[in-house]
């Protein structure tokens, strides 16, 4: 997905500092939302709970919009139209419709319910998103990855992956990036990354083991769920720092709940992001501009959509202080 807002922000983000509570209970700090609409007056919104100011990474996650359930008979649904990307990757995960991707690479996928599609750009990539017509319910989630210094110019790439579900205490577990619950994705990742699915049942609880170098991110897409000790609700994230063995979750709704858990090692480069362009500086940001401007090579070119291309919009007149997460005590 493209971050369509017509003014946007250059981000500096640094890596988290690690940090847990004395009781040898997980800390658990809460991130909101906002609101950003992507486009018109029939525009779909999006929940967008990273980058913000409390927290610009988790891990290498460095990215998420939140969406729907959105009813594309009132909303124009998604329609994005060829745009690029650098220096990262996009993940893609629904939980309700159907999206069309076409890319430069050549790639011609649907994203559908608990499959994984996931996108590199590295140098440079460009791509389409599409909701179908069959689509009249779309929900879901995009996430984004930065890449390490040594990778941000790897080729452009594609996977598409549909992990299996594993069940454990009530809870239903799709792993699609990293390990989890005695399962691991086969798609390949630039740094040590954590991405699944949990469902749960009504007020099921299920603690699992995960990695002690991770700093992880629990968002909550239906029901109440408590992260540790404290409750998150609907589109809240919770931020748990690096240190704790085991995360516990507990659906407190009466109807079943469902979250998705990000985790990696907390991430130890600076970088600038603006809008779909990640670099080390504001110089690679006007370079990638311009080379998308004047159709470059380095994004090639979207084959099937009917339409144009994105313009970029207009730089900023300075660049932006950077933007750090706060220490953790």
């Known amino acids: 997905m493209s971050n369509v807002e017509t003014k946007s922000v250059e981000v500096r983000c640094g ?65 994005v139209a060829p745009h690029p990307h650098t ?121 699992l083991a995960v990695d002690r170098g991770f700093e992880h991110g629990l968002l909550v897409d239906r029901g109440d769920v408590r992260l540790a000790d404290v409750l998150l609700r609907p589109a809240e994230l919770g931020y748990v720092p690096p240190g704790p063995g085991t995360l516990t979750l507990t659906n407190d709704s009466d109807g079943p709940a469902r979250t998705l858990l990000l985790g990696g090692t907390p991430f130890g480069e600076e970088i600038v992001m603006w809008w779909n362009f990640i670099g080390r500086n504001h110089e690679d940001i006007v370079k990638a501009r311009e080379e998308w401007q004047e159709s470059s090579d380095r994004f090639g070119a979207v084959e099937g959509y009917p339409g144009d291309r994105l313009p970029a919009p207009a730089l900023p007149r300075a660049s932006i202080k950077p933007r750090r997460n706060p220490p953790v005590h």
Not at 35 to 42: A, E, N, Q, T, Y
Not at 179 to 189: D, F, I, Q
């Open 15 to 79: 890596a988290a500092v690690d940090g847990e509570r004395p009781d040898g209970v997980p800390r658990v700090d809460v991130l909101t939302p906002r609101d950003v609409p992507l486009g018109g007056p029939r525009a779909m919104t999006v929940r967008r709970t990273l980058p913000q100011r409390a927290r610009t990474l988790i891990g290498a996650w460095c990215f998420a919009d939140h969406y729907g359930p959105d009813d594309v008979s009132e909303t124009d649904g998604m329609d």
């Open 87 to 207: 220096g990262l990757q996009t993940v893609s995960w629904l939980f309700t419709g159907e999206i069309e991707h076409r890319d430069s690479l050549g790639s011609h996928a649907f994203v559908r319910p608990g499959e994984l599609n996931l996108m590199t750009g590295g140098h440079g990539i460009a791509h389409s998103e599409v909701s179908t017509p069959r689509t009249t319910v779309l929900h879901g989630v995009q996430l984004w990855v930065a890449l390490p210094e040594e990778h941000r110019h790897t080729a452009r790439d594609f996977h598409h992956h549909v992990p299996e579900p594993v069940r454990v205490d009530g809870a239903e577990i799709r792993v699609f990036l990293g390990s989890l619950a005695g399962v691991t994705s086969p798609v390949p990742a630039f740094t040590p990354l954590l991405g699944a699915e949990i469902a749960l049942q009504p007020h099921a609880t299920v603690t």
